[in-house]
């Protein structure tokens, strides 16, 4: 109960003799991790950041060794840095918590460093909350590097199904997004799609879409194709050969956009094609099942976003409104010689993007 840390004040005499050796800090790394389990079982988590803070300033790599007493002196790598961790965010200390972390380069069990369930759960309610702590900060890039070192995303822990880290996942895509913090959010995005952990399909829209509008066209269209093949938006087979598209209401201009390139590249051969000029492309602004009761200005709306798609292209698209169908949708024609150019500009890394 007193208010001093003796074993910073005997670490410190220990390196100062100018005999000491790596054996006596390996042996001051010992003792230490004995008193942090201490300070942890007892909650004392001012003490044992101290003891923590000691050894980081002396450069004692604890987290390469076993406790010198008691039941630590068993305890997996996995308990030790848990232990650690947990003091520094206790007492504050996000980045010291990363720190012990990334020491033990993160490691949960290996044959080496055995660890039993309760361990690995700990570490994944630690990590949670890390991770929490970082995105309350808008600390993206930080809470990436923590969620990708959950259990589950190691060899010792292929077992554990990930789709349940989709909701955490989820939550630092949006606040990438939210952010426009471009960089993390591909790195989030490409890391959810290699590990199969579901991407809310709002978000992968959201993500395109600013991506887009922010002229990152390369990565807008590496996610749509990604986007096409979840089942965000409604299959493109079956129409594009036939000269139709229908494009969701829904859609945002710049997923509009791409939906028509791929329209184009679909039909090149026959818009490059000799007499193509009597073809008509059609374009269909379709109302969803689920906005049968959508509003006129909803709607209208939906119309000046397909008007801008044709204007933000390059070259610029024309579009020639021709009827309203059966079903209350626009219909409008895609302009000949306008798709013609788009082709003859852009066909060469277009063919290369869209020819699924």
């Given amino acids: 109960e007193r208010p001093g840390v003796p074993f910073c004040e005997f670490a410190e005499a220990v390196i100062k003799n100018p005999q000491h050796n790596e054996a006596d800090k390996d042996f001051l790394g010992r003792i230490g991790i004995s008193i942090i389990y201490s300070y942890h079982t007892i909650q004392q988590w001012s003490k044992g950041r101290k003891v923590l803070d000691k050894l980081h300033e002396l450069q004692v790599h604890f987290t390469n060794l076993k406790g010198l007493i008691g039941p630590e002196r068993l305890a997996s790598k996995c308990q030790i840095v848990n232990a650690a961790a947990e003091i520094f965010l206790k007492s504050g200390s996000l980045d010291g918590a990363t720190w012990v972390l990334r020491e033990s380069e993160w490691i949960i069990n290996t044959p080496l460093w055995p660890c039993d369930r309760m361990d690995v759960l700990n570490r994944h309610n630690l990590l949670c909350s890390i991770a929490c702590e970082y995105l309350t900060k808008n600390l993206c890039k930080q809470a990436f590097e923590v969620l990708q070192n959950l259990p589950g995303f190691q060899n010792c822990c292929d077992s554990l199904d990930v789709s349940q880290y989709s909701l955490l996942f989820n939550k630092l895509l949006d606040a990438c997004i939210e952010n426009k913090n471009f960089g993390v959010s591909s790195s989030v995005t490409d890391f959810m799609l290699s590990k199969n952990i579901p991407i809310d399909f709002t978000l992968i829209r959201g993500l395109i879409t600013a991506l887009g509008r922010s002229s990152l066209w390369l990565k807008a269209r590496t996610y749509y194709k ?129 020819l699924f």
């Avoid at 791929?262 to 492309?281: C, E, H, K, M």
């Avoid at 059609?282 to 008007?307: C, F, H, P, T, W």
């Fill in 226 to 354: 990604s986007a096409l093949s979840l089942g965000c938006y409604p299959p493109l087979k079956g129409n594009l050969y036939r000269k139709l598209l229908l494009i969701p209401s829904y859609m945002s201009e710049i997923e509009m956009l791409l939906a028509i390139e791929i329209f184009l590249v679909s039909n090149a051969s026959n818009i490059q094609s000799p007499g193509a000029t009597s073809q008509t492309l059609q374009i269909v602004l379709k109302r969803s099942e689920e906005q049968k009761a959508q509003s006129k200005e909803d709607y209208q709306a939906a119309v000046e976003r397909l008007i801008q798609a044709a204007h933000i292209s390059n070259p610029k698209l024309s579009l020639k409104h021709m009827t309203m169908n059966v079903n209350m949708e626009q219909v409008y024609s895609l302009e000949h010689n306008s798709a013609l150019k788009w082709l003859k500009e852009n066909m060469k890394w277009a063919g290369k993007v869209w």
